[in-house]
């Protein structure tokens, strides 16, 4: 036997098989990219196996005021500084305290049989959940942070009035 290949003699319905795929019997196309096949198999790996998801590439960022903890330090000790430890114990501290405003505020809220938080409930809140002193403060300056924000805004304008209702009399 001779390793040689002899040619397949071409019968009528190789040619007609081969001029339905677009092919030509007698050239080829040898710049044509061949095609993808698509696998139906399950992948390789432990059965039941999923397959990974890529991870994302930004991490989540965490609810912390580690930012605006280490802006109050430069604004009233510019020559100190926050050990890393410091500053999660600073940050867990001032979110429990935001939490217990808000719980309390919740409370009252609920109690009166609101269902939205107000001004007045936080307030109050502050008052019961610290010192009267520390109280006083906090509230104070929560207002002039409320009336800044206000006025970074700009001047209100005047609602537009709703179909059907009346014109308010003067």
Do not use: C, W
């Not at 399950?42 to 999923?50: E, F, I, L, N, S």
């Not at 397959?51 to 989540?60: G, T």
């Not at 109690?111 to 959940?129: D, F, K, N, Y």
């Amino acid at each position: 036997m001779s390793d040689t290949k002899q040619p397949v003699p071409e019968t009528k319905t190789s040619v007609k098989k081969q001029k339905q795929k677009g092919g030509s019997r007698t050239s080829k196309n040898k710049t044509a990219k061949p095609t993808k096949s698509v696998s139906l198999e399950k992948p390789q790996g432990a059965v039941g196996a999923q397959v990974e998801k890529k991870k994302n590439r930004h991490a989540r960022h965490m609810n912390s005021d580690k930012i605006y903890l280490d802006r109050m330090r430069k604004q009233m000790h510019p020559d100190l500084s926050f050990d890393k430890s410091a500053l999660s114990v600073l940050t867990q501290l001032s979110a429990e305290n935001r939490e217990r405003v808000a719980e309390s505020a919740g409370r009252l809220s609920r109690r009166r049989g609101r269902s939205t938080l107000t001004v007045e409930a936080i307030e109050t809140a502050a008052h019961l959940a610290y010192p009267a002193s520390i109280a006083k403060v906090a509230v104070e300056a929560s207002k002039k942070a409320v009336e800044r924000s206000a006025a970074s805004l700009g001047p209100k304008r005047p609602r537009k009035a709703r179909k059907g209702a009346e014109p308010k009399a003067n």
